[in-house]
C-alpha cells in the first residue's frame, strides 16, 4: 500500500501563556493521499489553524510546544528535520493559502514585487538560476493559470487596485509559483461574498486536478466540503472525531458533532447550487 503524501499520527500541541500551560491539540491524526482533496472542517477554536501551523512549522515555540506525535511528508518525519531542511520544504515542496486576502498582501508593494521576491527565495532554496526576466515571466505565467484575464496588468497593480475576489487569486498564485506537491488552503473563501467564494472554491478545484496536487483545505464550512473534497477529517476540541469519505459522511454521519454541523449548513433554494454560483469563472 503507497504511504501518503502527508500523514499526521497522534499529534499533540500546547501552548505556555501566563504561567498556565493548556493543552490544544490531542493526538490528531490525519493523512493526505497524492493528488487528493481532503477536508479538515470544525468550528472555530476546535484546532485546524493550529494542526496547520504545526504541519507547516510555523508555531511560534515558546509559546507553543509540540509535546508528542509524527509529521511525516514524503516518508520524512517534519518535527525531527533540521531547520534548514524544513525551511527548504515551506514554500517549495508545500505551500499555503492564507486565510484573509484582505490582510495577507503587502499594501505598499504590486504583486510583482511581492510573487518576485517569493519566487526568488523559493528559487534560491532549489538551487535553481532564474534571472529578473524569468521571474517576471513566471509570474505572469502563474496568474494566467488562476484565470486572470491581464495577468501584466495584474503584476503591475498594488492590492488596493484588486477586489477581493482577485487578492485571493494571487494568493493562490503565490502557493502556485515553485508547483508544489502539498497545497494547504486555509479557509479560502474568507470575507468573500457568496459567488466570488464558489469561484474561488471552483478555481482551486480545478488547479489541484490540472497540476495533481494534494490539497488539504480547512474550513468550518461543510457545505463546501460536499463538492470540493474526497475525504473529510471532522475536528471538535482538539481532536478528530470523525473521519470518512465526503460521501459516506454526509450520507450517513456517525458522530452528533458531525450531524449538527450538517444541519448547520443553509439550505439553497429554487435549484441554485455550487456549480451554478461558480459558473461565471471570470476576475472577480
Known amino acids: 500500500m503507497t504511504e501518503p503524501l502527508l500523514s499526521v499520527r497522534n499529534l499533540s500541541v500546547e501552548f505556555t501563556t501566563y504561567g498556565r500551560t493548556n493543552a490544544v491539540l490531542h493526538g490528531v491524526t490525519l493523512a493526505v493521499p497524492e493528488r487528493s482533496q481532503v477536508a479538515l472542517v470544525g468550528e472555530s477554536g476546535s484546532g485546524k489553524t493550529v494542526t496547520m501551523k504545526a504541519i507547516m512549522g510555523l508555531l511560534r515555540e515558546p509559546p507553543a510546544r509540540v509535546t508528542a506525535g509524527e509529521i511525516l511528508f514524503d516518508g520524512r518525519d517534519l518535527l525531527r528535520a533540521s531547520r534548514a531542511e524544513r525551511d527548504r ?72 487596485m484588486l477586489s477581493g475576489g482577485m487578492k485571493q487569486r494571487v494568493l493562490i498564485a503565490m502557493a502556485l509559483l515553485s508547483q508544489p506537491r502539498l497545497l494547504i488552503a486555509d479557509e479560502p473563501g474568507t470575507a468573500l461574498d457568496v459567488t466570488t467564494q464558489a469561484q474561488i472554491l471552483k478555481l482551486l478545484k480545478d488547479l489541484v486536478e490540472e497540476q495533481h496536487l494534494a490539497l488539504l483545505m480547512i474550513t468550518h464550512n461543510l457545505g463546501v466540503v460536499r463538492e470540493t473534497s474526497h475525504y473529510v477529517h471532522v475536528m471538535h476540541r482538539g481532536r478528530i472525531v470523525e473521519a470518512a469519505e465526503a460521501q459516506a459522511l454526509f450520507a450517513a454521519p ?7 454541523l450538517i444541519a448547520s449548513v443553509p439550505r439553497l433554494t429554487g435549484g441554485t447550487s455550487f456549480a451554478t454560483l461558480a459558473r461565471t469563472d471570470d476576475e472577480t
Do not use: C
Open 89 to 160: 520544504l515551506r514554500g517549495t515542496a508545500m505551500a499555503m493559502i492564507f486565510q484573509d486576502p484582505m490582510s495577507s498582501l503587502n499594501p505598499v508593494f504590486t504583486v510583482a514585487d511581492q510573487m518576485g521576491t517569493i519566487l526568488k527565495y523559493a528559487d534560491r532554496r532549489l538551487g535553481r538560476q532564474r534571472g529578473r526576466a524569468g521571474r517576471r515571466a513566471r509570474v505572469h505565467e502563474v496568474l494566467a493559470q488562476v484565470r486572470m484575464r491581464d495577468p501584466e496588468r495584474v503584476a503591475a497593480s498594488y492590492p488596493i
Open 254 to 260: 456517525r458522530e452528533d458533532y458531525t450531524r449538527n
